[in-house]
């Protein structure tokens, strides 16, 4: 005879629900919440699940600008050597939040190598952006130079942010106008492309375009997830440096 269920006596949630749930979570206290409740679970854990349970839990301290949690969290992540590229990249954020840039750009040189060929270029177009904000134009060229080899649908995001180098350190680039049109017409002109848009649009002395560009890239990126305002902050911080500079701009006179 079947005995019938007593109440209060439900199921424990096995950690891919409670994965789910984290991923789902609107707040990051919730989120970590989910995610330490998954990794706690007495149910089996696949070395998978537990990494992507680590990776919510991750997620949660950098919204909560918990670096050094973050960082701790990440290392957990590379143990465990799933998806190690992505682990690496994730390391390198909690590491820029601490202000240990050495440490970030070691992290991207490694995931740059362990990762497949879909994700190289991703990669090392990262380590160009970190060297390049840090005014390490020579080795920004050589990350970028790469990464533009590896690139496909992104290629002329890339290829703008090498000319940026390569302005930065003195070098000619003649062909600024292309290449601007160029990630201008394409898709990876969106989102963060605004930001290097409105670096070419400043270098070219069109301060209209740049400050355009530059404010639709801060508003977008400091009024959406934390996270990725956390991600962005170098650039939000050198976007926001370049719009103080440029001129105010002129109010048209009212005609008659």
């Known amino acids: 005879m079947r005995m019938s269920p007593t109440r209060g006596s439900a199921a424990e949630p096995s950690p891919e629900h409670l994965l789910r749930k984290a991923t789902l979570a609107r707040t990051s206290g919730l989120r970590a919440k989910y995610a330490q409740r998954g990794l706690d679970s007495s149910?089996?854990?696949?070395?998978?699940?537990?990494?992507?349970?680590?990776?919510?839990?991750?997620?949660?301290h950098m919204e909560g600008r918990r670096f050094d949690e973050a960082r701790a969290v990440a290392e957990q992540m590379l143990q465990?050597?799933?998806?190690?590229?992505?682990?690496?990249?994730?390391?390198?954020?909690?590491?820029?939040?601490?202000?240990?840039?050495?440490?970030?750009?070691?992290?991207l040189r490694l995931a740059s190598r362990v990762s497949p060929p879909?994700?190289?270029?991703?990669?090392?177009?990262?380590?160009?952006?970190?060297?390049?904000?840090?005014?390490?134009?020579?080795?920004?060229?050589?990350?970028?130079?790469?990464?533009?080899?590896?690139?496909?649908?992104?290629?002329?995001?890339?290829?703008?942010?090498?000319?940026?180098?390569?302005?930065?350190?003195?070098?000619?680039?003649?062909?600024?106008?292309?290449?601007r049109e160029r990630l201008s017409d394409s898709p990876c002109g969106q989102g963060y492309g605004q930001f290097v848009l409105g670096e070419l649009a400043h270098a070219a002395g069109d301060d209209e375009a740049a400050r355009d560009y530059l404010r639709?890239?801060?508003?977008?990126?400091?009024?959406?997830?934390?996270?990725?305002?956390?991600?962005?902050?170098?650039?939000?911080?050198?976007?926001?440096?370049?719009?103080?500079?440029?001129?105010?701009k002129r109010r048209k006179k009212p005609v008659g």
Not at 141 to 164: E, H
Not at 221 to 247: F, H, K, Q, Y
Request: proline fraction near 3%; charged fraction near 25%.
């Open 118 to 179: 879909s994700r190289r270029a991703f990669h090392l177009w990262t380590l160009g952006s970190v060297l390049y904000l840090a005014g390490r134009h020579e080795e920004a060229i050589g990350a970028l130079s790469r990464a533009f080899r590896w690139g496909t649908t992104d290629r002329p995001l890339y290829q703008a942010q090498l000319a940026l180098s390569r302005l930065a350190k003195g070098e000619p680039v003649t062909d600024l106008a292309e290449i």
């Open 43 to 60: 149910g089996s854990l696949s070395r998978t699940t537990r990494a992507m349970l680590l990776r919510q839990l991750y997620l949660s």
């Open 216 to 248: 639709g890239f801060v508003k977008r990126s400091t009024s959406g997830r934390v996270a990725l305002a956390v991600a962005l902050e170098g650039e939000i911080t050198r976007a926001r440096e370049i719009l103080s500079r440029l001129p105010r």
């Open 80 to 107: 465990l050597e799933v998806m190690p590229d992505v682990a690496r990249q994730d390391a390198a954020r909690a590491c820029l939040g601490v202000g240990d840039r050495n440490g970030a750009l070691a992290h």
